[in-house]
């Protein structure tokens, strides 16, 4: 069986993420299929430009959850009741969307599926994850070292069944269930024994000035731009991440893309964020 990977593109920003990403796991070399799920919101044009790009796409719907269910995780009511405090979520996240990325589950042609938040980029070949079990992924580092138990859902490793499809619904939407972090956390209980990737293939992109010594561009396989995106002008990060927002840029345009191994750190790039 053929391998895939898989992204989720909900609205208009998004495709220029998956466009940047798609551009990047071209330059790797990769054989395997990559797939966009995305939903109505998404224009056809814009679609059928990702589709040029040798992608394939696939509309999917949301998933079939109870009134309350909606209620409780739409944004508004989701972020007053558990508000990011580290970082800012831009206007176009809708947390209710993120459920959509369950479905790469039902996605049976495939026999592994390494799932890419459409806000990555990929900085070298990472077919070797489609050799990884499931249920597979990076720990939710950005602050310290304390946050090793979490995961990030940005980055995993699955394998399509639709018994596991139905498990999983049957598991989500559960009396006054309430997923703070929405798949993310959902996934985390899931799949308690998740099996850990290393950092360096979801390199999350506060690392840069949080944790400095962490990164190395020689190991950075994945880069993860969590909270604010590169493509949103002078956002409240924007100074702090220059280095890496340029980067992103030459991805998404596909010209003067720098071999990443020679790229200073951030002690060089920002040594007063690196203090």
């Known amino acids: 069986m053929r391998n895939a990977f898989v992204t989720l593109v909900t609205n208009a920003d998004y495709i220029m993420g998956a466009t940047a990403l798609v551009h990047s796991l071209h330059r790797t070399g990769t054989t395997a299929d990559i797939v966009i799920l995305h939903t109505g919101a998404v224009s056809p044009e814009a679609l059928g430009n990702l589709r040029t790009l040798g992608c394939r796409t696939i509309e999917v ?51 592994t599926i390494v799932f890419l938040d459409a806000d990555v980029i990929v900085l070298k070949n990472i077919d070797k994850l489609f050799d990884y079990p499931e249920f597979s992924a990076a720990p939710n580092v950005y602050e310290s070292l304390a946050d090793f138990h979490r995961l990030n859902s940005g980055v995993f490793v699955a394998k399509p069944s639709a018994e596991t499809f139905e498990r999983m619904l049957a598991a ?49 396989a994945i880069l993860h731009y969590q909270y604010e995106k590169p493509w949103e002008a002078n956002h409240p990060k924007s100074d702090q991440l220059h280095a890496l927002i340029d980067l992103w840029h030459a991805f998404h345009d596909g010209r003067n893309i720098p071999d990443t191994s020679t790229l200073p750190g951030p002690q060089l790039s920002n040594p007063g964020d690196a203090a």
């Not at 508000?83 to 479905?103: A, E, I, M, Q, V």
């Not at 979801?202 to 949080?210: C, I, P, R």
Request: with cysteine; net charge positive; glycine share 4%.
């Open 172 to 220: 989500l939407d559960q009396p006054d269930a309430f997923w703070r972090r929405t798949d993310q956390t959902f996934l985390e209980s899931f799949f308690p024994d998740w099996h850990g990737l290393p950092v360096t293939m979801n390199m999350l992109q506060y690392v840069w000035f949080t944790m400095p010594a962490l990164w190395d561009w020689k190991s950075v």
């Open 61 to 111: 719907s949301h998933l079939p959850l109870s009134d309350g269910f909606n209620e409780r995780h739409a944004r508004k009511n989701l972020h007053g009741a558990a508000p990011f405090t580290k970082g800012r979520k831009p206007d176009f996240h809708t947390p209710l969307d993120n459920f959509c990325k369950l479905r790469l589950w039902q996605l049976k042609e495939y026999g």
